[in-house]
């Protein structure tokens, strides 16, 4: 089964995936805070707690027009 979805981080940080779909069996892996994404994409990741956000914490990288945000879309700590 596939989803239009944002292209995710794939195992480790050296990896990415280019492509606008992923697989519904793919899995965030706690890495470190990637490096910024390209202009007009998002890379989303969960933290392991270096660079932003807490360890387990689900975060995206935005660039638009080469301004680059960060957010916590779900903040690990406040799951019950």
Known sequence: MRHDYVSPIANTPSQKVSSDRWNADHVFVAIAEPSDPAVG???P???NG???GN?????VKINVGGVVKTATL???????
Do not use: R
């Open 41 to 43: 994409t998002a890379i």
């Open 45 to 47: 990741w969960m933290s």
């Open 50 to 52: 270096t660079g932003a």
């Open 55 to 59: 360890e387990g914490d689900i975060m």
């Open 74 to 80: 779900v903040p690990y700590s406040l799951i019950t």
